[in-house]
């Protein structure tokens, strides 16, 4: 069941563990319908924001000491220039945790008209897009 803050519908929220599996960190992943965050620290709290829209592509990673647990760690490679990638490290049900951003990360993508070519890095030159060449009519005739 998803609940409302700030920042839109919490669709997920899970701790990164520790030892044999529990959460005793203080480490916490949100995922809303339009973000992926991470919060850190007790005193002095740090949080960190991934648009879902600028998420490329993700894997899992489950050492055994995860999956004896039933954890994994799931890696996000986003087009975030603070944060091209992010580790949601120990968390229960990788798999399932994978499918759901990227479901929703495809949500978005389709909601903002985004399509995988326009995330390609090469059609970007310095900071603006890189419009064919007037010059050469030519190619028309």
């Not at 599996?21 to 991934?50: A, C, K, M, N, W």
């Not at 592509?57 to 603070?82: A, H, N, Y």
């Not at 990788?94 to 995330?119: K, T």
Request: hydrophobic share 35%; proline share 4%; glycine share 8%.
């Amino acid at each position: 069941m998803a609940r409302h803050n700030d920042r839109g519908n919490i669709l997920w929220t899970d701790k990164k563990r520790t030892l044999f599996g529990l959460p005793l960190s203080f480490t916490r992943y949100y995922l809303t319908d339009h973000q992926l965050i991470t919060r850190t620290g007790f005193l002095s709290v740090q949080e960190d924001e991934i648009e879902l829209y600028r998420i490329t592509d993700k894997r899992i990673q489950q050492p055994l000491s995860q999956r004896i647990f039933g954890c994994g760690t799931v890696i996000i490679l986003s087009r975030d220039e603070d944060t091209p990638e992010k580790h949601l490290v120990s968390i229960r049900h990788p798999q399932q945790v994978s499918n759901l951003i990227g479901a929703c990360v495809r949500e978005q993508q389709e909601r903002l008209r985004i399509a995988g070519r326009d995330m390609v890095g090469a059609a970007f030159v310095n900071g603006g897009y890189d419009a064919p060449d007037d010059d050469d009519d030519d190619d028309l005739l």
